[in-house]
């Protein structure tokens, strides 16, 4: 791939990256709640999740799903059913210090299951992916080259804005997660998981 061509990559990628969507929304929460070490392993969760989507889209999952759709339908319902019982689940979380010790059924397996859920829980990134990646492909080169640079290139840019959130959350709960602030703050994101699961329900390829 050309220099120019991956920065032209690149580019995208940050502009994708830095809006914030279900992963980081995750990996924020956790960071607030429990510290940037188990967050640090939901965002391991998140992670895998993308590569597994990533180079399924490169496999060719994303054309199977597209001819069949009852197939894809599933998978977007199980996906937003998931996002919606996380919204609960966040609604209804108790508040406790920053900081606090991870509670029973807290486990570090846990964080890194749910933050690959969460990750895997939106089948429509295939699709994206799909359409996305061949934008950039040189004809005259070896495709599998290129497209594991772009994967490593997408996953180092998502892992970035990871942390970028996961600091901030540390800092947001520093400051303002106590009592009345937590409750907010915990229903808001709620909320807003319950929102992406709607979307997606609503989404068609």
Not at 80 to 92: D, E, F, M, P, S
Not at 104 to 110: E, F, I, L, P, R
Not at 134 to 151: D, G, H, N, R, Y
Not at 175 to 202: D, E, K, P, Q, T
């Amino acid at each position: 791939m050309a220099l120019q061509t991956w920065c032209l990559y690149l580019g995208a990628v940050v502009l994708i990256a830095c809006t914030p969507g279900p992963n980081v929304l995750y990996v924020t929460t956790r960071s607030i709640r429990f510290g940037l070490g188990p967050a640090s392993i939901g965002m391991t969760g998140c992670l895998v999740a993308l590569v597994l989507m990533l180079t399924g889209s490169v496999a060719g999952l994303s054309a199977l799903l597209l001819a069949l759709p009852t197939a894809f339908d599933v998978l977007k319902i199980a996906g937003a059913a998931y996002l919606v019982y996380l919204g609960i689940q966040l609604w209804r979380e108790p508040v406790e210090p920053a900081s606090a010790p991870l509670p029973t059924g807290t486990s570090k397996t846990a964080l890194f299951r749910d933050g690959f859920l969460v990750g895997i829980s939106n089948p429509k990134l295939l699709i994206f992916a799909a359409a996305f990646f061949p934008q950039f492909i040189e004809p005259s080169t070896a495709w599998m080259p290129q497209f594991a640079l772009m994967v490593a290139t997408f996953v180092g840019v998502e892992l970035f804005f990871y942390w970028i959130y996961a600091l901030s959350g540390r800092k947001l709960a520093d400051r303002l997660m106590h009592g009345l602030w937590r409750r907010r703050m915990n229903r808001a994101s709620g909320l807003v998981f319950i929102g992406f699961g709607a979307a997606l329900l609503r989404y068609k390829p």
